[in-house]
């Protein structure tokens, strides 16, 4: 698997971890390329269906990252993503997706070399498992032509 | 159908050095959708700006995607933009082409895949963006300042004067913090009490300030222009009207040994005080801890002695609701002990002192008058020692960096030492000198080629004590690292300046992002270094690093212009960026079912219950409905909600999807 390269999704909440990217960004920490970040409100937002989705699409792993407990811009939002992540980490568990593939990380907008280790981790922990292949072998279909808008 | 303009930018070559900005720009105009694209070097510069609105207007765009810098730098840049060539501003997203890719990826075309990426998931998210409008709110034109140190106070009177209203709260009996404590300051060796008290008596008879001394903020609600703060005014044990300070009750006090803070524990007060002679307001508080009547129930002197019986012992703290608009922090900083350091006594040896506890000898309103005695037997030294970065840059204690005031605070240290010791010796142990700043650089060599002191260039390995002295070893890197053994009377160690304890329980109260060292952290390191990351909150003084008193200063009126600023509004505009509960045709009205999982969900509390009522009046449906002026925007409530029946504009489903599909079937 050295040649594989992992396609990696972050969803990452607006005011920790996505800020904590941008200071890697501005502290100019290389990373690998591997992650595609999406931006939500707050980890609050992140409807874990759309985790599943991204299985389905092809993802080979996934990185959910949000404010430290206590420190949720919104009071509470990352307390309520943290409780729903264990449910549907066994979940996950249960339905036969490899928990390793899904990153649950507090990341805060003062930790940008922390971003760049979790994304370098679990980068090098997907490659280790090689590609997700689960959802294309049950349902075969040309994923290309999905149409969307 | 969607016309949608990309705009990719080179940022000079912060982008283009590492991504084919080209090669983006031509793979997104060959997108579904995508009727105009173009890349150029600097889109935010006027020309730049001025390429999108000519697209907007010329094309008819629909939507915009500019591939550039995060959006946390200039999505307000390009949406202003959008709006002034007719684009509804909220159709216009970013690609963080830079922070989150040119910077942190090696050139190659790996580089240029995600940049193409990051184009197309926001041109598939932008598809689906609706136009909204801001949300107007109004503002509550007064100002909670928290802190009643230099910054706190000059925040406090520069709001006031501009015709404010400022609540100030502090949380020990008097204003003045760190700076009332000071003996002169650098570098004009001005003396620090005689600056300050004028600004502190203002602050009390200033008309628009409010002033809470002995008290907390308890907690926090709203939004910028619409807080609600609940401050703990904690029990003075007086009442404050019928007190006239005469001061009766403090030397009454039979509890006299106890250690003042205010002398940094080289003086003792007694349990009903004023924590020294200038304090404002100068009325004294009971200390509840040390108090003998609170412990054993008996003594009630100060009661007694009282001539206008104003000792309230049964007085309970109060708990004061307030709206407001805006908050300065500046809660300032502490400096570490000296049982902070194993290698110089664990702050067991009585002589060797912290810099704040120089600054109390050194001061004509301290527990020595203003003459430099050593604590132990309160002989005057003849050899004193002072050692710069005592815990600063050292990572091994944790505060890798520079606490910046030391520098310049030793030098003024071991100058007052030699005006008043003539014939003293001192010494410097300095790891560099870091004079930046006005006359500072003047002022240090001023100590080293006029007064004598000795710097010397290293730091210090160990301190004990041997026959009463205290044995200082350190090396002179200057001379090859030979060791260097000094036999000092007396050792100042320039301790660390570091956040405030409770700094993080505070940052959390006000939803304010912090470093890891616990200082407030501000939105951008230079373009908004008073903002915080929430609208509305700002920071002044040493709170958010350490500072000094002209920067503090600095810091409080340019935090206080910010408020101002904000108070010259009637009215807010906020992002519509909330939550909405889907409305139907009849029968059906919405897809909600009423299960009201969101109402418990909502952190504050936006959401409440609506009936659908019939042409009778009857109740046929009771569905979910968001306030659209409590809603914040976090959108917990959509991924609690089991029909998907609310949505957050902006991050909607469709969005979110489509973002998340446009990516990975392509990646």
Redesign the interface.
Known sequence: MADF?P?I?AFVCN??T??G??????S????A?NV???????T?????M?LM??FD???DGIIVSGCHP????????NF??RR?WIMVRSLCDFIGIDIRRIKFSWV????GAKW?DIVNTTVSEIRELGPYNDYKKVAKRP??E?S?? | MSKIGVFVCHCGENISATVDCVKVAETAGRYEGVTFSVDYKYMCSDPGQSIIKNAIIEKGLTGVVVASCSPRMHEPTFRKACAEAGLNPYMCEMANLREHCSWVHEKGEATTEKAIDLVRILVEKVKYNQSLNAIKVPVTKTALVIGGGIAGIQASLDIANAGHKVILIEKDPSIGGHMSQLSETFPTLDCSQCILTPRMVEVAQHPNITLYTYAELESLEGFIGNFKAKIRRKSKSLDEKICTGCGLCTTKCPNKKIPSEFNEGLGTRTAIYVPFPQAVPNKPVIDRIHCTYYIKGKCRICEKVCPTQAIRFDQEDQIVETEIGAIVIATGFAVKQTDFFPEYGYGKYPDIITGLQFERLASASGPTLGEIRRPSDGKIPEKIVFLACAGSRDEAKGIPYCSKICCMYIAKHAMLYQHKVHGGKSYVFYMDIRAGGKMYEEFVRRAIEDDGVNYIRGRVSRIYEKNGKLIVKGADTLLGGIPVEIEADMVVLATAGVANEGAEELAQKLHVSYDSYHFFAEAHPKLKPVETNTAGIFLAGACQAPRDIPESVSMASGAAVKVAGLFSQDELTREPLIAVVNRQAAPVYSSCVGCFLCVSACPYQAIEKEEIKNRNGEVIKSIAKVNPGLCQGCGTCVAFCRTKSIDIQGYTHEQMYSEVMALLNEY
């Open positions: 390269e396609k999704v005011w920790c996505y800020a990217a941008d200071l890697t960004g501005t100019r920490i290389k990373y390329s595609r970040i999406v931006r939500f409100p707050c609050g937002r992140i409807d874990y759309l989705k991204s699409e092809g993802a206590n420190d949720c811009h919104y009071t509470s939002g309520h993503a729903r805060s907008a003062a930790e760049a994923l290309k999905v969307h808008g």
